[in-house]
């Protein structure tokens, strides 16, 4: 599994690449995301466009993830799910806690729209 990192506009984009079946990759996810908390940066869009599986472990560390930015008072957006992916989290329920987007720059969109409805 690899982790690209991008930021824009004060959200981090990490697109992953490879299955996330647990193990020190999946870990290092989590690990990359408390380093973005620990900078400043609270709200993350991850981009599983290039992730066709997923299992328990997977799951697991996205919810650490989600976790990790609410208590630090941000969100976690899900962009390019997969279908088979998609029906994991729909069977799992876990869909609740993740909004999911067609796209990396919707769900970018969707921070701004937000944060700019909180300044009106």
């Given at each position: 599994m690899k982790i690209k990192e991008k930021i824009?506009?004060?959200?981090?984009?990490?697109?992953?690449?490879?299955?996330?079946?647990?193990?020190?990759?999946?870990?290092?996810?989590?690990?990359?995301?408390?380093?973005?908390?620990?900078?400043?940066?609270?709200?993350?869009?991850?981009?599983?466009?290039?992730?066709?599986?997923?299992?328990?472990?997977?799951?697991?560390?996205?919810?650490?993830?989600?976790?990790?930015?609410?208590?630090?008072?941000?969100?976690?957006?899900?962009?390019?799910?997969?279908?088979?992916?998609?029906?994991?989290?729909?069977?799992?329920?876990?869909?609740?806690?993740?909004?999911?987007?067609?796209?990396?720059?919707?769900?970018?969109?969707?921070?701004?729209?937000?944060?700019?409805?909180?300044?009106?």
């Amino acid at each position: 599994m690899k982790i690209k990192e991008k930021i824009q506009n004060n959200v981090a984009i990490l697109t992953i690449s490879g299955n996330m079946m647990g193990g020190p990759d999946t870990q290092t996810l989590h690990d990359k995301v408390k380093s973005l908390i620990a900078d400043g940066i609270h709200n993350v869009v991850i981009d599983l466009r290039k992730v066709k599986w997923l299992n328990s472990s997977g799951l697991g560390v996205l919810m650490s993830c989600w976790g990790s930015l609410k208590n630090a008072g941000g969100n976690l957006k899900l962009a390019n799910v997969a279908e088979k992916v998609h029906s994991i989290l729909m069977i799992t329920k876990l869909v609740q806690f993740f909004d999911t987007f067609d796209s990396v720059d919707r769900a970018l969109a969707s921070f701004y729209a937000k944060e700019h409805a909180s300044r009106s």
